[in-house]
């Protein structure tokens, strides 16, 4: 194996340097006589350098050299060119939230729709009428959902106005619980 390293001291290096051309252009003055003149003539004139010198690299010391902080520079926010496209704002609509929900980031969901039925064991099912514009005709329609709704203590019958509330799923199909009463059935 070899005793020399990249890392020795003594190392040699070929150094070859490309020819330098030098570019001569000759001008003429252009009379304005509308007589024909030649193009301006460029000499190439090549200087030849040696070919190969032997060169003798040594290793300097290399010193640390300390970076300097770099400071940043504020950015300056560019003008706007070209139309300015304003998105649609979304109607606002007066949703109730329940006390209870104070500390959620984004509030639970509340309808209020009519008792269908109550025939299974601390469950309702509740009508809740949506009307929405028809996308093409323009017509108001009323759109009709049935929601399965936790009641925990069986106090509401059939015709009663109730108001629920959004919850997580507390079986295949219940995903709101009854949170008052609104109005009595006759």
Do not use: C, F
């Not at 990249?6 to 252009?30: C, F, G, K, S, W």
């Not at 028809?134 to 017509?139: E, L, N």
């Amino acid at each position: 194996m070899s005793d020399i390293t990249n890392n020795e001291e003594n190392a040699e290096v070929e150094v070859t340097e490309a020819p330098v051309a030098e570019v001569v252009v000759d001008e003429t003055p252009a009379s304005d006589e509308g007589e024909v003149t030649e193009a301006p003539v460029a000499e190439v004139v090549v200087d030849e350098a040696p070919a190969s010198e032997e060169v003798e690299v040594t290793e300097a010391a290399v010193t640390p050299v300390a970076a300097e902080p770099v400071v940043a520079e504020p950015v300056v926010a560019e003008e706007r060119k070209g139309p300015v496209i304003k998105s649609p704002v979304a109607k606002e609509t007066s949703v109730a939230v329940a006390p209870t929900d104070e500390g959620r980031v984004n509030p639970r969901k509340v309808r209020e729709g009519i008792v269908v039925s109550n025939k299974m064991d601390m469950t309702l099912v509740v009508a809740v009428n949506e009307r929405v514009r028809h996308p093409r005709y323009g017509k108001t329609v009323q759109r009709t959902k049935k929601l399965y709704v936790h009641d925990e203590n069986n106090d509401a019958k059939v015709g009663d106005r109730v108001r629920v509330q959004e919850t997580r799923p507390l079986s295949k199909l219940k995903r709101w619980r009854l949170t008052d009463v609104v109005e009595r059935a006759r």
